[in-house]
C-alpha cells in the first residue's frame, strides 16, 4: 500500500540516511534521533535536482519497459542513470537466501574511479582505490583502518569499523576534561545511543562520567560527555568506543544484480556493469535521436522542395477540386530538388532518410519524389511561412538537422567517440553535483587494548620476604601529623 512507498519516500529525503538525497522533502521527515516523521498529509516532496540524472532520457528508448504489479501500466524495468547510484547511495536488502549491503561513496571519487576505468579498462582494485579510497558515509565520521575497505573491493564482502568523531576539550580554570561528540556512525541513533550510555553508568560498567548532555541545534549535532575530575578523557572515550555503538561494524556485501543474476560483484565489476549499462543507453538514444531527426528531416527536405517550386505548387493546389485531389498531384510528379539536392550531395543521399521510406521516393534520377507524409506537410503549410525568412528559418533547420545527423552517425559508427560522449557526461555530473568527502579514513587503524581502557595511574608494588605482591596507587599514602596510622602496605586479604 501507500505506506511502503511513504517509508521509501521518506528515508529518499533524510539526510542522514541518504549521501545524496533523492527527494527535496518539505515538512518533518524524522530526525537522527529516531523521531518518526510526519503523516504524509502533513508533507509535501519533488524529486531532487540529482535524482533527475538517475531518469535523464527515459523518454527516448533507452531502457526497457514491464508491466507493474497489477499489470495496468508499464514501468521502466532499469533507469537511464548518468550516476552509479549503487555505489553513490548505496543500497541495503534482504531477499530469499541472500542480502546485499552497499555502502555509499562520494560522487566525486566515484566518477574520477570511472573515468579512469574508461582510460584502462582492466584496471585493478588497488589503482582503482587511488581514485576510490573508501565508503563515504552521509553522517561522516572516521572509518578505523583500510584493511576491511580493501578486502570488500577485492572480494565483494568485508567488514569496517566506524568511528564517531569525537575531540577532548580541556576547561583551562578547571583542568577538567569533556569529551565532545559531532559525528556518529552511519544508522546510529543518537537518543539511543544516549540512553546505553547512561544505562552503563548506573551499572557501573561504564565509569569516569560525570554528566551527559545533547547540545545538538539547527547548527549541527553535539553531544557532551563530562569526565569527572581527576579521570582520564582518552579513557573513558575509548571506553565509550569499546562499549556502545560509537564505534560500529558496517559488514559490506556488494550482491547486486547483473542481466537479471544476482552476483557477488568486486568494485571493479561494479564499474564496469555501470559504464556497459551507460554505453547501452547512450546508443539506444543516439538511435532513437537520429530516428526522429531523419523523420523531421524528411518533412523539411519536402518543405524545401515545395519552395524550390512554389509557383508550380500554388498553381496545382488552386486547379485542384479537393485536397485529396491536390495530394494526388504532389505525389504524381517528380520536382525539381533546388537547394536540396546540393545540400544531399554534400551531407550523403541517404543521411536523412527514414527507414521506412519506399526506395523509388526522394532524389532519383535528378528528380524530387515527394512522400505522403511530405505531402501532408506541403499542404498544411500556412501561407506566412512564404515570406523570405520564413524560408530561411526552413532551410537552416533543415542544414542544422543535417550536421546533427551527421553526428549521431558518427557516434554509431565509432566505438572511441561513443565513450567521449559517456566520457563527457560523467564530467558535467561531476561538475554538478561533486563534493567533498565526509568520511575520514583512518588508513592505519587504531585497535583498542585493555591498556587503552585503564587509566595510566602511579602505583606502589611491595614485594614480602614470604612472596607476597601487593599493588597500591601512590596516593593512598598521604602524609599525616602525630598520632595517625599509616596505611598497612604488606596486609593481605
Not at 189 to 195: C, M, P, Q, S, V
Not at 309 to 317: F, Q, S
Request: proline share 4%.
Amino acid at each position: 500500500g501507500d505506506t511502503a512507498v511513504y517509508d521509501a519516500v521518506v528515508r529518499m529525503a533524510q539526510p542522514f540516511s541518504l549521501r545524496y538525497m533523492l527527494v527535496d522533502g518539505q515538512g518533518n521527515f524524522g530526525s537522527v534521533d529516531g523521531d518518526a516523521p510526519a503523516a504524509m498529509r502533513y508533507t509535501e516532496v519533488r524529486m531532487a535536482r540529482v535524482a533527475h540524472e538517475l531518469m535523464a532520457d527515459l523518454d527516448k528508448e533507452t531502457v526497457d519497459f514491464g508491466p507493474n504489479y497489477d499489470g495496468s501500466e508499464s514501468e521502466p524495468l532499469v533507469f537511464p542513470t548518468r550516476i552509479p547510484n549503487l555505489l553513490v547511495n548505496g543500497s541495503s536488502g534482504i531477499a530469499v537466501g541472500m542480502a546485499t549491503n552497499i555502502p555509499p561513496h562520494n560522487i566525486r571519487e566515484v566518477i574520477n574511479a570511472c573515468l579512469a576505468m574508461i582510460e584502462k579498462p582492466d584496471m585493478d582494485v588497488d589503482e582503482l582505490m587511488e581514485y576510490l579510497p573508501g565508503p563515504d558515509f552521509p553522517t561522516a565520521g572516521i572509518i578505523n583502518g583500510a584493511r576491511g575497505i580493501r578486502e570488500a573491493y577485492t572480494t565483494g564482502k568485508g567488514r569496517i569499523h566506524v568511528r564517531a568523531r569525537a575531540e577532548i576539550e580541556v576547561d583551562p580554570k578547571t583542568g577538567r576534561e569533556t569529551i565532545a561528540v559531532h559525528e556518529l556512525p552511519y544508522q546510529v541513533n543518537k537518543a539511543r545511543l544516549l540512553e546505553k550510555i547512561a544505562e552503563l553508568v548506573k551499572d557501573k560498567k561504564l565509569e569516569g562520567i560525570s554528566e551527559l548532555r545533547d547540545e545538538s541545534d539547527k547548527d549541527g549535532m553535539r553531544m557532551v560527555v563530562e569526565v569527572k575530575r581527576g579521570e582520564s578523557g582518552e579513557v573513558v572515550l575509548n571506553n565509550l568506543y569499546k562499549q556502545t555503538q560509537m564505534q560500529t561494524v558496517f559488514g559490506i556485501n556488494m550482491v547486486a544484480l547483473v542481466d537479471g543474476q544476482p552476483r557477488l560483484l568486486k568494485l571493479n565489476e561494479v564499474i564496469e556493469a555501470f559504464l556497459r549499462h551507460r554505453r547501452e543507453v547512450v546508443t539506444r538514444r543516439t538511435i532513437f535521436e537520429l530516428r526522429k531527426a531523419r523523420e523531421r528531416a524528411h518533412i523539411l527536405e519536402g518543405l524545401a522542395v515545395a519552395l524550390s517550386n512554389i509557383d508550380e505548387i500554388i498553381e496545382l493546389i488552386k486547379r485542384a477540386a479537393s485536397p485529396q485531389e491536390a495530394r494526388e498531384g504532389l505525389l504524381a510528379r517528380g520536382w525539381s530538388p533546388g537547394i536540396v539536392s546540393e545540400m544531399l550531395a554534400r551531407a550523403g543521399a541517404d543521411a536523412c532518410r527514414p527507414d521506412w521510406l519506399a526506395a523509388e521516393l526522394g532524389l532519383r534520377d535528378g528528380r524530387y519524389w515527394l512522400s505522403e507524409v511530405q505531402a501532408k506537410a506541403i499542404l498544411d503549410l500556412q501561407l506566412h511561412r512564404l515570406t523570405g525568412l520564413e524560408k530561411d528559418k526552413i532551410i537552416g533547420e533543415y542544414r542544422d538537422l543535417l550536421l546533427k545527423i551527421e553526428d549521431l552517425l558518427d557516434i554509431l559508427g565509432s566505438p572511441e567517440r561513443l565513450m567521449q560522449v559517456i566520457r563527457d557526461e560523467l564530467l558535467e555530473t561531476r561538475e554538478a553535483f561533486g563534493d567533498e568527502r565526509r568520511t575520514e579514513i583512518n588508513v592505519v587503524g587504531e585497535d583498542l587494548n585493555m591498556e587503552d581502557l585503564i587509566a595510566d595511574e602511579e602505583v606502589v608494588v611491595t614485594l614480602s620476604h614470604a612472596g607476597y605482591a601487593k599493588a597500591q596507587q601512590l596516593d593512598t599514602y598521604r602524609a599525616q601529623r602525630r598520632g595517625g596510622r599509616g596505611k598497612t602496605a604488606t596486609s593481605t586479604k
